[in-house]
């Protein structure tokens, strides 16, 4: 008999507990089980938060997949597609080159991954905690604010780095919650600068009780030991965005703190996503045994398959008792079919919910018996301890559970110098991304929305807005090149997304590109001459000046349905050079320039194109409440003959566009007069 073959993709508790069984029950002459997971290890996701307190070191929580399923063929490319019309899988390794495999059966366990693009500014300034890497990352970053709040002399600052707050109030936030809060209170005394009332852990839920998961009564002790162990619980709250500085929450407070932890943001695999097959909130149908709907040989178990448990007739939760029982179900299933026998139906009356909560505490629910506090807490650790797949493991963690009991938790960490890269940042109108006089570290440039640059312009006067900045704009570079410290301020207009590069990486960038080399000198040059120091009274006058005497009107105006037609039509019967676009309400929706009639001929478009698909959508504009010195300033800086003009950020009531030569004809009177 020609040997078949069983493919898995996914090494999470279903998918090695599928394998694990697979291997046992079919031959290995006949049967070949391969295994994909793009990590060599499976992660035992329960005690990462053990990781990041330094409970336990992170090797106890990764298990080889290679030793914990011998026969099993492991491997670690990534699934870049799968064709269930004919049985194939397509996948990619590190390499970059690409390969197909047949499959007889197939079983998806994919599992699901982190998005963290639910909420602004999450990706950029939170840490996950999904993988061993995760949490590695968090652990240091703890200790290394630590470190800095003791050299800190600074009061308000140092209280900035031992603020810690996590997102999210399920187990893993509840977990990671109280192994933070344990961490850096039981370690307090080997720094002579902290105190206790410096440290704030916070855990944000958008819940009325935390852990909804288990029943009332234990959510009640959960928060009432939480908050005596000092954590910080806010309830029925969202949040907002995030940002280097901390969170907003859904009233528009912010909540600062150094580390930002996100327990939320979980997504169903791209993979998943592009399969044409049944799903209900992106999780895969299957049939009562766990085979695909519609399909024989395709099965799906654990995060990415919605399985209804015949128990009591509820769709499973994504934990991972219940993906371990589906993966050993869905194998038994696979071996019926290949031995012509009937299938089973998913069938698992669960055990119990257990949770710990710092201060060796935790909450248990057990076989419908309710348990709390000390013996919660000794249950959880003996029941994890136990499911750990090998007993090299159990002995590991067992040890450094001893060790954690009568001994002080590691503060050691790696001081390394990381490899500066190209990163991204978000920032919410009024946050300073720099200040003058700070130390040139970084190249910003604008992906989205608005930044102004400010300066002091005389010892004891406010801050002036010399410019303003979008989309495309970049910043930050005469610092880096002159090797001095800021000589302006840059703070957020609109909520911004900035991409961030760091100094060694922009001078190579910058030394090795010439066309940015250039662009770069042309804007040091622009940028190094103030012509308000030339003219001070031209600028006194001109300061005085409301923006709203330079606005003109733009009475023909495009909406986005209009036709590229209509708008050269506009563009040839107009005295202006431009197209505005607006929409019922009178928003500004974009702008149209000679520039993008070009680009949207170039690229294919006809008469009949509307404007929405190749308009600018982004265009730097100022506001009517702006300085007409920022506004020149701006239309300097950017080259540019005319400037949309709104009412506002929030509404974008277009009010008319303000002409740069109508700005330098009074300065040049006032110029002249002076």
């Given amino acids: 008999m020609q040997t078949k073959r069983v493919v898995i993709v996914g090494g999470g508790f279903a998918g090695a507990k599928c394998a694990y069984t697979l291997r046992k029950g079919l031959a290995k002459k006949d049967y070949q089980i391969v295994l994909f997971n793009s990590e060599n290890y499976l992660v035992f996701q329960p005690l990462l938060a053990e990781v990041v307190g330094a409970s336990i070191n992170y090797d106890s929580v990764a298990v080889s997949l290679r030793q914990m399923l011998p026969g099993v063929h492991c491997r670690t490319e990534d699934i870049t597609k799968i064709e269930l019309d004919n049985n194939t899988i397509c996948y990619e390794s590190s390499d970059g080159k690409t390969g197909q495999m047949r499959y007889d059966q197939l079983v998806i366990s994919c599992g699901s991954v982190v998005n963290l693009g639910v909420i602004p500014g999450m990706a950029d300034h939170s840490f996950p905690l999904k993988t061993v890497g995760d949490a590695i990352a968090l652990r240091f970053q703890i200790m290394r604010q630590l470190e800095n709040a003791e050299v800190c002399e600074d009061t308000e600052l140092r209280r900035w780095y031992l603020s810690f707050i996590i997102i999210g109030g399920g187990f893993s936030g509840v977990e990671v919650a109280g192994e933070i809060n344990d961490l850096v209170r039981e370690t307090r005394n080997y720094y002579s600068n902290i105190r206790s009332e410096d440290i704030c852990v916070t855990i944000i839920h958008s819940r009325d009780q935390l852990l909804p998961e288990v029943s009332s009564k234990l959510r009640d002790f959960t928060k009432e030991k939480m908050e005596e162990a000092g954590i910080r619980v806010v309830l029925n709250t969202r949040v907002a965005f995030v940002t280097p500085q901390g969170i907003g929450i859904n009233n528009d407070t912010i909540i600062k703190g150094a580390t930002v932890v996100s327990t939320v943001g979980n997504a169903i695999s791209p993979l998943i996503a592009k399969l044409d097959i049944p799903k209900e909130k992106g ?59 009937e299938t089973k139906p998913f069938r698992f009356k669960p055990i119990g919910q257990l949770c710990a909560i710092g201060g060796h505490n935790a909450v248990a629910e057990l076989l419908g018996l309710h348990f709390s506090g000390f013996v919660a807490w000794f249950m959880w650790r003996t029941v994890y301890m136990f499911k750990l797949p090998s007993w090299s493991h159990r002995v590991k963690v067992g040890f450094d559970w001893a060790w954690d009991f009568f001994y002080s938790r590691d503060l050691a960490h790696p001081k390394a110098n990381q490899t500066e890269r190209i990163s991204r940042a978000h920032y919410q109108p009024g946050d300073y991304i720099f200040l003058e006089g700070d130390p040139g570290t970084n190249f910003y440039v604008v992906e989205s929305g608005e930044v102004e640059v400010l300066k002091n312009l005389a010892i004891g006067q406010e801050q002036k807005s010399l410019a303003i900045l979008g989309p495309g704009d970049f910043f930050g570079e005469m610092a880096l090149i002159d090797n001095r410290p800021r000589n302006a301020s840059v703070r957020a207009r609109t909520p911004v997304e900035v991409l961030v590069m760091g100094r060694e990486v922009f001078k190579q960038i910058s030394s090795a590109l010439a066309p940015l080399r250039d662009i770069l000198a042309e804007a040091v040059k622009r940028r190094g001459v103030n012509l308000w120091e030339r003219f001070p009274k031209a600028y006194e006058a001109l300061d005085r000046q409301p923006i709203t005497c330079f606005i003109a009107p733009h009475l023909s105006n495009l909406n986005p349905d209009s036709t590229l037609e209509e708008a050269l039509n506009h563009l040839s019967n107009d005295f202006v050079d431009f197209c505005i676009v607006i929409d019922d309400e009178n928003n500004l929706r974009g702008i149209i320039t000679e520039e993008d009639f070009l680009r949207a001929v170039d690229s294919g478009f006809n008469r009949h194109s509307k404007v929405r698909e190749f308009m600018k959508s982004d265009p730097v504009v100022v506001t009517v409440n702006d300085t007409s010195t920022s506004v020149a300033a701006t239309m300097r800086d950017h080259g540019l003959k005319w400037i949309p003009v709104v009412e506002n950020f929030e509404n974008r009531k277009f009010k008319g566009y303000v002409k740069f030569d109508k700005i330098m004809n009074f300065v040049l009177q006032n110029t002249t007069s002076s």
């Fill in 283 to 341: 999780r895969i149908l299957t049939e009562p045994d766990m085979r695909v709907e519609g399909r024989d040989s395709v099965w799906a178990v654990g995060d990415c398959a919605n399985i209804v448990n015949a128990y009591d007739g509820s769709t499973s939760p994504p934990t991972g008792q219940f993906a371990e029982r589906q993966g050993r179900q869905a194998a038994l299933n696979i071996i019926n079919v290949l031995n012509g026998k």
